[in-house]
RNA sequence: GCUCGAGUAGCUCAGUUGGCUAGAGCGCUGCCCUUACAAGGCAGAUGUCGGGGGUUCGAGUCCCUCCUCGAGCACCA
């Protein structure tokens, strides 16, 4: 019991955790027995930050509760480590990009001098490993600051995402699906990021406010040459896409454009002839009322594309840029090729941005753009405006719709079965159901699965060649799911050999990797050991809990319910306990990008783990915090506060030599003793039944106040005088109260808990039910009822209360004069109703001892006292 | 535009199914070194419960409406 320590507390029961197992989970053991975790695996992305404490933390309370309620806990920890975050990453910090078509460097080391300009192209086998390395030495990182949290994870259940039993497992469920027809590929516009270069899915885009600028296109109508008013406008924020233009859409039911329809427009520079059709989607007030369909300028020219069966114009290349293309006989068709040519050739090769400034000079500089006429392309001024256009998440161009060959699982034939899904779920705020039941509804496109990337988990795929090796991509080759993991960039499907690759005749691997969420979206079933270990999978399987961030339900949520359902048409989890945010003072979100972050090592050095702990048990679930920290030194003086109550009553029960064990609820016969109890029984049944809702927040509030208001100051200082003179029946209720207070407070300060268990309670106890038995805390019963009951039979929490009230008012009274509470004073008189003095008097020892009271003189009153309170002190 | 959440003391927040005089912590003021604790203790001050209307004996809490902030989804020519 030396002065207060916490990070040597810390460092020495971190190692006394991982010696004894306290943490680990029991295999064997039954279902109904068993509490488990579906926890999500942070992304190895370089360092966790405060919300990663924050929700981490919030759930490791809920898994020592669980365990002190005598569940046999399954907490494993995963880590996500592959895809496009841990790809950057090692870009940036090695200073390398991978270059699929270089060969393997065995003996290839990185250079990766920050102030080194130009990057060093890698092949994908050396990328790869490169990937490998800087993630596992993340990873120790990561687990090093959960260890130093006090996250009672079982670290013998660990996984990465990019380990091989995770990518086997991603292989054979995709597999699983494609026997039964769930799986698809096509060639078809997609989500592209140009910088990536990499299709995404409808979960990973966002909007983003954009400036743009609207420009009115004036298309001449075939026939109407003479024609004053044989001319169209559209409006379009994307002239440049003008080459790939395939038709102008009205409303049908728009009295300007009826006598349009049907009829062919013709594109100004272009010479393109398009159809005029009609469609509702097409919005009369909306610019002219008359639209451009591209392909593809946005998700709508998709819908139009394929609902009216347009052609197919692509000019944006993989990269962003314009493509190049030939018009004339053997290209292109136009009214006037040349004119065509020359203006296309004038943007061919630029991003899209830059050809937007070129075909509006284009335009405007261009007197007679329509054949046979003087009509201007470009009608009136170009308008400035605030658009919203869609983005990857994590990208920085906004996203182009190009068509290419993608993996898709069939999410759209199920979205009523996936709402019905999600209403067995309990979420937790129960608000965020509707999050989801939103998202599914709202879904639009099956789920894109592959990625045109290389750190991630293969699609399990070859295609035949044909004689002229050409891809028969209607006819892939699946991976036998025996042989999984498997990687067809450097092995052969079955029956044929590695010198078949490429040639005629031979095969060619599927060169795409899986979508991170792919693979995440398995965790219940990596985690519980799906298909290999059906006991473990049996006594885990669906999860108790699943916690989350609100930002990944429509990702992480989603794509885990839909992939449970597929599988076994089970729930993952019982309980979707979704955490909050941590805001910045500002009340932005904090996050890596805003540089607002603070690190959580800092944090835990300064604070030490409890007070920080207690930050992230302070908030409610759900709801976003703001970071704040005054609420880390309210946890520290709380930590600071059990240490020293801990030392008076462990002290003294040393002193007197009384065991643990030896403590007999039987003797405690004191008036203030028991009601003492029947308070604290109180607390622990509001507390429980608070836990068991998830509500740990509120369990807390309610454990400590009591704590502060009832225990420290003034349970003890009124009972002190007598466990100091060996009062048995004081003795007795110190060691049972700071027993159940200890317990209480260990799901959310394990480290001072644990601490101050191990001077007296630890090893000391009997293991008969109620009382805790083991070395360590977290392996105890939860306080109940039953251990108090011999104690609290009949007592009432109401004489403490009265007791509380009148010290109070002494201390008051002593506050008033300037005095000191030690300070003896010769006479107290206190007035109340008769009923409330008979049981005052039954602990007015304690009182007059604790007030340094001489003499007292109860005098019965008829009159209430003083609005508020029961009675009422004065010194005469 | 639709949906969800939030609005309570200077700050951060709690207020169960309507019920005594609306609470806590931080901060602020004053006092007290009391044999666990000065990294402490005790006491004190502080409110148009976002605005308006309604239901009720009674509304921070229920209903209607409006405002502000945050978020999700949709639209986005």
Not at 301 to 318: A, K, S
Not at 536 to 546: F, G
Request: one cysteine or more; a negative charge; glycine letters at 6%.
């Amino acid at each position: 019991m030396a002065k207060l320590d916490t990070s040597e507390i810390e460092h020495r029961l971190m190692q006394k955790w991982a010696q004894e197992g306290t943490y680990q989970f029991e295999a064997g053991r039954p279902r109904e027995e068993t509490f488990s975790i579906d926890t999500p695996p942070p992304t190895v992305s370089g360092s966790l930050h405060v919300g990663h404490v924050f929700s981490y933390t919030q759930t490791d309370l809920m898994a020592r509760y669980a365990r002190m309620q005598g569940k046999n806990v399954f907490y494993p920890m995963g880590w996500d480590d592959n895809g496009l975050p841990t790809e950057r990453r090692v870009q940036n910090k090695l200073r390398i990009r991978c270059e699929p078509h270089l060969p393997y460097d065995p003996a290839f080391t990185p250079d990766p001098d920050p102030k080194r300009k130009d990057v060093t192209p890698v092949s994908r086998r050396n990328f790869i490993e490169l990937c490998h390395a800087v993630t596992e030495e993340d990873e120790q990182a990561f687990e090093d600051l959960w260890t130093r949290l006090g996250l009672s994870v079982d670290w013998d259940q660990t996984y990465t995402t990019i380990d091989d039993r995770c990518r086997r497992l991603s292989q054979l469920a995709f597999l699983q699906l494609a026997d039964k027809g769930e799986v698809y590929s096509s060639h078809a516009p997609s989500m592209w990021d140009i910088d990536f270069r990499t299709a995404v899915a409808q979960a990973e885009l966002e909007d983003r406010e954009v400036k743009g600028v609207q420009h009115r296109l004036r298309f001449g109508i075939e026939g109407s040459d003479s024609d004053p008013e044989g001319t169209l406008t559209v409006m379009t924020t994307r002239p440049e896409l003008l080459p790939a233009c395939v038709a102008v859409i009205v409303h049908p039911e728009d009295d300007r454009y009826a006598s349009f329809i049907g009829r062919q427009a013709i594109t100004p520079i272009f010479g393109t002839s398009v159809p005029v059709m009609s469609h509702p989607l097409a919005d009369p007030e909306k610019g002219t009322g008359a639209v451009m369909v591209c392909t593809f300028g946005d998700t709508t020219d998709v819908t139009w594309w394929q609902e009216l069966g347009l052609e197919t114009r692509v000019i944006l290349g993989r990269d962003g840029r314009l493509l190049p293309i030939a018009w004339g006989e053997t290209g292109w068709a136009s009214t006037n090729v040349a004119r065509a040519q020359a203006g296309y050739d004038a943007i061919a090769g630029k991003t899209s941005k830059q050809a937007k400034v070129t075909i509006v000079e284009l335009l405007r500089d261009s007197a007679n753009a329509v054949d046979g006429s003087d009509r201007a392309p470009l009608e009136g001024e170009p308008v400035e405006t605030i658009q919203q256009v869609k983005f990857f998440e994590k990208g920085e161009r906004p996203l182009e719709i190009i068509p290419t060959r993608q993996w898709f699982i069939r999410l759209l034939d199920k979205k009523e079965q996936l709402v019905e899904q999600g209403r067995k779920i309990n979420w937790r705020p129960e608000f965020m159901r509707s999050r989801y039941e939103h998202w599914v509804e709202g879904l639009k496109l099956d789920w894109c699965v592959s990625r045109q990337r290389y750190f991630g988990v293969p699609v399990p795929v070859w295609y035949p060649l044909d004689a002229n090796a050409e891809p028969m991509l209607d006819q892939p080759i699946f991976a036998d799911q025996a042989t999984l993991p498997v990687d067809p960039m450097s092995e052969p499907p079955a029956g044929l050999e590695s010198h078949q690759r490429d040639q005629p005749g031979g095969f060619t691997a599927d060169p795409d990797v899986f979508d991170t969420w792919a693979t995440s979206s398995l965790t219940p079933q990596i985690a519980t050991g799906w298909p290999d270990n059906p006991d473990k999978h049996a006594s885990t399987y669906p999860l108790d809990m699943r916690p989350q961030a609100h930002e990944i339900i429509r990702t992480w949520a989603f794509y885990t319910i839909a992939r449970a359902y597929m599988i076994d048409g089970q729930i993952p989890w019982e309980n979707a306990v979704i955490s909050g945010w941590v805001l910045d003072p500002d009340r932005k979100k904090m996050s890596k990008s805003k540089g607002n972050v603070v690190t959580p090592i800092g944090l835990l050095e300064q604070y030490g783990s409890d007070a920080v702990r207690y930050w992230a048990a302070k908030a409610r679930l759900g709801m976003d915090t703001a970071y704040d920290e005054s609420v880390f030194r309210v946890g520290r003086r709380l930590v600071t506060k059990l240490y020293n109550a801990g030392k008076l009553v462990i002290g003294r029960l040393e002193a007197v030599d009384l065991a643990y064990d030896q403590v007999d609820s039987a003797q405690i016969t004191n008036e203030l003793d028991r009601s003492f109890l029947a308070g604290l029984d109180a607390v622990i049944v509001r507390a429980t039944d608070l836990m068991a809702n998830y509500e740990t927040a509120a369990a807390l509030e309610t454990i400590e106040s009591w704590f502060w208001s009832h225990f420290t100051d003034n349970y003890l200082e009124l009972s002190k005088n007598r466990a100091y003179a060996g009062d048995p029946s004081a003795l007795a209720t110190w060691a049972l109260s700071l027993s159940a207070v200890l317990r209480l407070f260990a799901p959310t300060l394990p480290f001072i808990c644990e601490e101050i268990w191990g001077w007296y309670f630890a090893g000391s106890v009997s293991d008969d039910g109620a009382k805790p038995a083991g070395n360590s805390i977290h392996r105890c019963a939860w306080p109940t009822s039953e251990e108090l009951q011999t104690a609290t039979e009949n007592a009432s929490p109401d004489v403490f209360e009265i007791a509380v009230e009148t010290i109070g008012q002494i201390r008051r009274l002593k506050s008033e004069r300037a005095i000191s509470i030690r300070e003896e004073i010769p006479a107290m008189e206190v007035a109340a109703d008769k009923a409330i003095l008979g049981q005052l008097s039954a602990v007015i020892d304690d009182v007059v001892n604790a007030g340094a009271i001489n003499s007292v003189k109860l005098t019965p009153s008829s009159e209430p006292a003083s609005a508020g309170t029961l009675l009422e002190v004065s010194f005469p």
